[in-house]
């Protein structure tokens, strides 16, 4: 072959190797899905949150806990205030109220991301654990919650080199917990190959005090968890594969892989109705879109419930969807008694009557 042809044919190679990637990329992040409203009855923005409410979770006396103000790590700051948790009684009306934080604690660089409610069944201490990203790092905050003060007790902050890109934690005990790594590599340049090339590389970890451990793994990136009523069973959302994922909970924390079931969006948080054991999702209907988060064509919402996961026909319905003309970037919704409370990762937070 003449130089030329050998040129032409690398040329060529490259061309299908972009175009190839391409495809797939629109493909895993769904760039082609139409966004459509299918809105809920009595809905109304939650007054005060209006950089987002990316993680919310509700205790069985109606008391919603919601993480606000993420900067995602690696990404430009979608605002500047500093992170906050608030709580909203859904049974009572009152809020949002704004946590005050106690004790040995930055508030300026608090970055919140996925929470977590353990209750101590020995005295009904309320803990709230809190991924935060104080500077792109990736922590695990402890906190002892003071109801009748409206206060955040800060108890621990834990750090380890498998915590190294959490997004969502499910706490097991007033130490313990299990967290997903959305990511394998920490350098920003290799986290966006890891995009653009899905290694499914990222992890489930489980820690408790001396004992911290990589419980399941072959995640392309691991984003909400949370546990079935009976806590026989993990509920993981491998967002880019647009499936939640099944892993029953061993002996020592170890986990194994029951089934997965394909949701078509890209979920973000899990909360389980604890009455039913349905699964709620906070989904990315399109991905392509919620990247380039341009104003004038936003991402939009979606709301998916996943009902009979242990059944051999799982039930995957759309509760919400909204073209971004309401709320934009939905990660989470969250059920109680025929409400439901929609949050965003840097948007507002919606709440719906359902149907
Ligand atoms: C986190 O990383 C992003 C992207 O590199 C950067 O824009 C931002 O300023 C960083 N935030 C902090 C608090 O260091």
Known sequence: MGKLAVVLVFAVAAAALIGQRLIALSHLSLAFRELTQNHLPNCHLIKGIVTGAEDITVLEDGLAFISSGLKYPGLPPYSDVPGKIYTLDLLS??????????????????????????????????????????????????????????????????????????????????????ATNDHYFTNNMLKTLEFLFPLHWCDVVFYSPGAVKSVAGGFASANGINISPDKRYLYVSDVTDHKIVVLEIQKDGVLSRVKEVAVGSLCDNIEVESETGDLWMGCHPNGAKLLRSDPSDPPGSEVIRLQNIHSEEPVVTQVYMDDGRVIIGSSVAAPYRGTLLIGTVYHKALQCDLK
């Open 93 to 178: 009306g009152v809020g949002p109220v704004d946590l005050h934080i106690r004790g040995d604690f930055d508030t300026e660089s608090f970055n919140p991301h996925g929470i977590s409610i353990y209750i101590d069944d020995k005295d009904g201490t309320i803990y709230l654990f809190v991924v935060n990203h104080p500077q792109n790092n990736s922590l695990v905050e402890i906190f002892k919650v003071l109801e009748d003060e409206n206060t955040l007790e800060h108890v621990k902050t834990i750090k380890h080199a498998l915590l190294h890109n959490v997004n969502d934690i499910v706490a097991v005990g007033v130490e313990s917990f299990y």
